[in-house]
């Protein structure tokens, strides 16, 4: 698997398709590994003439650590409550925490901005789920130029909501994780069938069948805990959001757990002429019954941006 140096440390990354076709590049979500993808969710996209860039997330995956200590997860979320009237008004806004993050969500982006110069890239498409779509909105935020168009999917604006159950907390940011590999995949598939919702069995058809692959490939639960920092330090991102001029999708599951479907049309009111996307039974997940929904979706508006450019 490819990778290369920043004065970081690697960053692993994948390409799929042409390299003469427009490129698309996927941004993951909390402690995800570019394995997490659907395979079909990149094949579709390929079949559809797009050239898809994949890569671990610093703190996930085979890509560097940041070697500090993550504040607990109990103090994680009573931050997250405190965080309505935080300033998301241009790049790296301070926000009051009772935590210091390691890192920003704009080190993050300027990560993506990594991948891509190491790609000799002026730009690409980018298609931020979750966590991932945090990042790429301050990476559209930071950097427009870079941004071809923006798909946020199962994200938020900011500030980051409080979950809504201890499962759903634990599936953040698990305040006792198990020790042992049959133990931890075990939990972790928990987690993801929490988080996808009633309607699809992640352990079957979503997140969660990947759970042993990734623990086999990489297990970095405390970078898991130092994103979720950068999240919640980051706040709200709406008045940066309202100057961007550029095609953008928002894409969310009118049945998930963590973010409700609300975040999705806070985030689309927040930027100008995007297009909503609620897509029916999904949770915040990528169940294989709607990977069709999806990749239309995107390919849609990149193709449509294309036509513009």
């Known amino acids: 698997m490819p990778q290369f140096a920043t004065d970081r440390g690697p960053i692993h990354f994948e390409q799929y398709g042409s390299?003469?076709?427009?490129?698309?590049?996927?941004?993951?979500?909390?402690?995800?590994?570019?394995?997490?993808?659907?395979?079909?969710?990149?094949?579709?996209?390929?079949?559809?003439?797009?050239?898809?860039?994949?890569?671990?997330?610093?703190?996930?995956?085979?890509?560097?650590?940041?070697?500090?200590?993550?504040?607990?997860?109990?103090?994680?979320?009573?931050?997250?409550?405190?965080?309505?009237?935080?300033?998301?008004?241009?790049?790296g806004a301070a926000n009051e925490t009772p935590f210091t993050p390691p890192y920003r969500l704009t080190d993050m982006a300027a990560d993506t901005v990594r991948v891509l110069d190491h790609l000799g890239q002026a730009g690409a498409h980018v298609v931020g789920a979750s966590l991932g779509g945090m990042i790429a909105q301050?990476?559209?935020?930071?950097?427009?130029?870079?941004?071809?168009?923006?798909?946020?999917?199962?994200?938020?604006?900011?500030?980051?909501?409080?979950?809504?159950?201890?499962?759903?907390?634990?599936?953040l940011a698990d305040p006792a994780p198990p020790k042992g590999e049959t133990a931890t995949v075990e939990r972790a598939i928990a987690h993801a069938k929490a988080l996808g919702g009633a309607h699809h069995d992640s352990a079957a058809v979503g997140y969660g069948r990947f759970a042993r692959a990734a623990h086999a490939r990489a297990h970095r639960p405390a970078g898991q805990v130092r994103q979720l920092m950068a999240a919640i330090a980051d706040g709200d991102r709406r008045a940066g959001l309202a100057r961007l001029r550029l095609p953008a999708l928002v894409m969310h599951g009118d049945a998930d757990p963590l973010l409700p479907p609300d975040e999705a049309r806070h985030t689309a009111t927040a930027i100008p002429g995007a297009k909503l996307a609620i897509i029916p039974t999904m949770g915040h997940d990528l169940p294989e019954p709607l990977i069709d929904d999806v990749v239309a979706h995107i390919v849609a508006l990149v193709h449509g941006a294309n036509a513009r450019r």
């Open 19 to 91: 390299r003469a076709d427009a490129p698309l590049l996927l941004v993951n979500g909390f402690g995800q590994q570019l394995t997490h993808w659907p395979p079909s969710l990149i094949a579709g996209l390929v079949t559809a003439r797009l050239r898809v860039i994949v890569f671990d997330n610093r703190d996930a995956g085979l890509s560097f650590d940041v070697a500090a200590a993550p504040a607990n997860a109990q103090e994680l979320f009573a931050a997250d409550g405190d965080q309505a009237g935080a300033d998301g008004d241009g790049v």
């Open 138 to 171: 301050r990476l559209a935020m930071a950097h427009p130029e870079r941004v071809f168009s923006l798909t946020s999917m199962s994200s938020t604006a900011g500030p980051m909501p409080m979950p809504a159950t201890p499962a759903l907390r634990a599936a």
